[in-house]
């Protein structure tokens, strides 16, 4: 398992997993979450050579788990999508497209998937062109035959990438069916009452307000938004658990006065719909949380936690 106390870099922006070679370019992609929607027209060019670099360099050098890969496909993307006419998932005459592999014997392996998905989304966004996570309507074998995944992976989500068309009316549609744009809000999304949690938004920092909202506008599967969070206080002495560069670390740095804020992801009651795990959605809201942290000068790291919570993300 990729553990983060293995990759402490003091003064380098990087993902909060390890192993991860890229720094988050935070400014650009927290740009790109205030932009992103899902688009699932595109234009019948394909995508410039260097923008296909940019996204390649992002899918090999933003690994920061073991169990969870992007692979760039320059090939149309509707050689693995389904296309049920009218049916929601319908996304067409994308140029390329990302394959997510993912490891399945790692309990971890949505929401890494998630979050390491996510990166070629923001870069993708940044770059002018249009994504849509697509989870439930491909075909994995197509995708897996094509990247000769190996034995115990598995092709669990695409991202088609390319020019934005027109929005189409089929489009339109199918986004006001899944009220693409609506959010719920923060209040909801909070855990409140949750054992420490502090749950007065005004007591929050700058940075816990906009990495909750920068998390809020994720994507996920049907628009569900299964994520919730819980916001606490730990005393300024406070030793974060094995595993994670934390307050109590070399890294806090020298002085810092008050207590450490940290946030819990966890997944929501209920039962799980659809064949997309909502993991999977917590994986790319950790994500915007954290390019909104590292953008208010905050960086951290995510301590892993057993269902149904997903996630810890501890500043250092
Ligand atoms: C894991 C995942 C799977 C998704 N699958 C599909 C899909 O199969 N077809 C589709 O049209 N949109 C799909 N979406 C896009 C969501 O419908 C969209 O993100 C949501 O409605 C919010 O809209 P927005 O992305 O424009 O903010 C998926 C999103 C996620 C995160």
Redesign the pocket.
């Known amino acids: 398992m990729a553990r983060a106390g293995g990759c402490r870099q003091v003064g380098v922006a990087r993902a909060g997993g390890c192993g991860a070679a890229m720094e988050i370019p935070s400014a650009r992609w927290y740009r790109a979450i205030g932009e992103?929607?899902?688009r699932?027209r595109f234009e019948p060019r394909p995508v410039e050579p260097a923008l296909l670099a940019r996204l390649v360099a992002v899918c090999e050098g933003f690994r920061p788990y073991d169990e969870a890969r992007a692979v760039l496909v320059a090939r149309p993307a509707d050689e693995v999508l389904r296309g049920v006419v009218g049916s929601?998932?319908?996304?067409k005459g994308a140029p390329a497209y990302a394959a997510l592999v993912g490891r399945t014997d790692s309990p971890y392996v949505h929401e890494r998937l998630?979050y390491t998905g996510e990166a070629v989304v923001l870069e993708a966004t940044s770059l002018g062109l249009g994504t849509?996570?697509?989870?439930?309507?491909?075909r994995p074998e197509v995708a897996a035959r094509l990247l000769g995944v190996a034995a115990g992976e598995r092709v669990m989500?695409v991202i088609p990438l390319g020019y934005p068309g027109p929005r189409s009316r089929e489009e339109s549609i199918?986004?006001g069916f899944?009220?693409?744009?609506r959010r719920k809000p923060l209040a909801e999304l909070t855990a409140r009452g949750a054992p420490g949690a502090v749950d007065d938004p005004a007591r929050w920092p700058a940075w816990v307000r906009a990495a909750l909202e920068a998390a809020r506008?994720?994507?996920?599967?049907?628009?569900r938004q299964p994520w919730r969070f819980a916001v606490s206080a730990e005393p300024a002495a406070a030793d974060s658990p094995a595993g994670v560069d934390g307050p109590g670390g070399a890294e806090r740095p020298a002085g810092a006065e008050g207590p450490v804020w940290t946030i819990t992801v966890g997944v929501a009651g209920g039962r799980q719909t659809g064949e997309?795990s909502r993991r999977?959605?917590c994986g790319?809201a950790m994500l915007h949380l954290e390019v909104a942290a590292l953008a208010h000068g905050v960086r951290g790291a995510w301590e892993p936690l057993p269902p149904p919570g997903v996630a810890r993300f501890w500043p250092r």
């Open positions: 992103r929607h899902s699932r929601y998932g319908q996304v998630g849509c996570w697509v989870g439930g309507f491909f989500a199918m986004s899944v009220h693409s744009h506008l994720a994507p996920s599967a049907m628009n997309i999977l959605d790319i």
